[in-house]
């Protein structure tokens, strides 16, 4: 349980935002309504540095602070792959997507590949995005901050979610991306402050680097400070499965994934969106060192008697102790941090629960009225396009609460959401690839592959659920699986490509790219602002990181 001064200022925060949520969304001139375009794009009006916060906002949540410092704890900086590693899809969304998705003028992706391909394909598109939002973005969200909440406050975690739920939807559906940005960047800054400073007491507390890495030695688990493990680990994570499996489950989530990209879409021009995107590839540094290491902090500090796990623990069904870490961010929290501190790093988990659940159902709203309403009433009035998307919004909300004891199940909650992402992602990420990189991607190819990967990538998830490790199936690490069936997938789309020749729109005739260096054609800004120059320092500075970190 907290002290009073850190209730105060964790409810100070949330009545913060709300009313900054509120004013953004509902501000406007006398008499005008809201329009689609303002409600669902912000009016594309976004500058970079607030692209750039609002992307790594939407993406880190409450389940990242809690879920990486889970993992820091029991797998070291391994899982740090995953932020890492989103610094080369962004830098590919920056170069090789924003063009396409800017100079189209779409609303959505699913609107980009039925100009790609086929209507079909935007309506299959539109099905999944909604999906995994609900699960991936939101659900998922509110697991974590229900643990959070339920272990500081005492509260009942489906309590504590309901509320969460209702404020946070009470701005993100009134609002609209405007509002959902401007807090998006408020809650970024709140939320690195908030980890950084758990860090630095976490660092003060264990002594440094240096007595760390003498707990690590005395443990045997100096591979816990190792980056990328080798072939055949323990983990399912070797370096083979990082750079042949992320890339799948990475250029879903960061180029082809509507919460995510909506973003950029509400860009003020390309140089915006390109410069913004890249941003966040610089911020996506940070996740390691202040999200992460903070996990293997706390288990060098248990190791070491520093500190009490004992309300971890619980009894398994063998008899034997067990400790459960998904409490281990909060556990730091309330031992080494004072009073006053405790409830800012609360804001902070808050903030990034609200960010994520805010943008995911922006992106909701969005697709619901552009991609499925419009379609069968293409008449609609702007009005009534908001309309729909707020009602599609608010049931969004009720049906992610009703996920929550499904997905409690997962043992590791940031294992749990990319092992869901693994068997989403791969149909995705291949007609995405091939329609921009390979002029014979056709229509109907794509149709049929993002239908057969689909289906394929359930069946695997269910006999992975049913059976378990009992089959082969469920022997293959969940980022080899991403990597197998992305191949399937584009052995399936070149195929039927072939059996359903592509016949090119005037429109889908310029979404493709004829080499791979026209996307570079652009100038850009000068200096170092220019998205050439900052994709090339980003890809030395991750390069320099692997190589310290291998």
């Known amino acids: ?39 669902f794009l912000a009016g594309k009006s976004l500058k970079w540095p607030m692209i750039g916060l609002a992307l790594f906002a939407t993406n880190i949540s409450c389940l990242h602070l809690v879920s990486l410092a889970q993992s820091g704890f029991d797998s070291g900086l391994l899982n740090g792959n995953f932020e890492w590693m989103a610094a080369f899809t962004l830098i590919l969304l920056a170069l090789l997507f924003i063009p396409f998705y800017i100079r189209s003028g779409i609303s ?14 935007r309506d299959w598109l539109a099905f999944i995005s909604i999906l995994s939002a609900i699960i991936i973005h939101i659900a998922f969200s509110f697991l974590a901050g229900g643990i959070v909440l339920e272990t500081l406050f005492g509260i009942n975690m489906y309590t504590s ?39 630095v007491f976490a660092w003060n507390k264990i002594g440094g680097w240096e007595q760390m890495t003498a707990v690590l030695q005395k443990e045997s688990a100096m591979d816990k400070i190792s980056m990328l ?36 879409l509400g860009a003020k021009d390309e140089n915006h969106a390109r410069v913004g995107a890249l941003f966040c590839g610089f911020i996506k540094i940070l996740p390691v060192f202040i999200f992460v290491l903070p996990g293997l902090f706390a288990y060098t500090l248990y190791k070491s008697g520093s500190m009490d796990l004992s309300s971890l623990q619980h009894i398994g069904a063998n ?26 790093l609360v804001a902070a988990l808050l903030s990034g629960l609200m960010s994520q659940i805010a943008g995911a159902l922006n992106s909701i709203a969005t697709l619901s009225s552009y991609d499925l309403y419009k379609r069968f009433k293409p008449e609609t009035t702007d009005k009534k396009l908001v309309s729909v ?21 997962y043992q590791s909650l ?10 989403i992602a791969p149909p995705i990420t291949c007609v995405f690839l091939l329609g921009v990189f390979w002029k014979k991607a056709s229509a109907k190819g794509a149709q049929y592959t993002l239908l057969i990967g689909s289906i394929l990538g359930v069946a695997v998830f269910i006999v992975n659920k049913v059976y378990g490790a009992e089959t082969f199936i469920g022997q293959i690490p969940f980022m080899m699986m991403a990597f197998y069936l992305f191949c399937v997938c584009v052995i399936t789309q070149i195929v039927f490509s072939y059996l359903y020749p592509v016949k090119h729109t005037a429109q889908s005739e310029v979404l493709y790219w004829k080499s791979i260096w026209e996307p570079l054609q652009r100038k850009g800004w000068s200096g170092i602002g220019n998205y050439k120059v900052l994709s090339a320092v980003l890809l030395l500075i991750m390069g320099v990181l692997y190589v310290f970190f291998k």
Not at 108 to 121: G, I
Not at 414 to 423: K, L, S, T, W
């Open 161 to 199: 979610i309901i509320v969460i739920a209702a404020l946070t939807g009470l701005y993100t559906i009134i609002g609209g991306l405007k509002a959902v940005v401007v807090t998006e960047t408020i809650q970024s800054l709140v939320l690195i402050t908030g980890a950084i400073i758990i860090t």
């Open 108 to 121: 959505t992706l699913p609107d980009f590949l039925e100009r790609r391909y086929n209507r079909a394909c």
């Open 389 to 409: 998307g707020r009602w599609s919004a608010g049931i969004a909300l009720v049906v992610s609460i009703g996920l929550l004891p499904l997905l409690n199940s």
């Open 229 to 264: 493990r080798p072939i055949g680990d323990a983990s399912g994570m070797s370096w083979v499965a990082v750079f042949l499996g992320y890339p799948i489950l990475g250029i879903w989530y960061w180029c082809a994934d509507q919460t995510i990209v909506q973003r950029v």
């Open 319 to 344: 008899g034997e102790s067990v400790l459960n870490t998904k409490g281990i961010y909060t556990l730091m929290i309330t031992q080494l941090l004072p009073k006053g501190l405790v409830g800012i």
């Open 414 to 423: 940031f294992e749990g959401i990319n092992d869901v992402i693994a068997h």
């Open 1 to 39: 349980m907290i002290s009073t001064i850190d209730i105060v200022i964790t409810i100070a925060y949330i009545l913060f935002i709300v009313t900054i949520g509120l004013w953004t969304g509902t501000r406007k001139k006398k008499n005008q309504e809201t329009t689609s375009g303002e409600y």
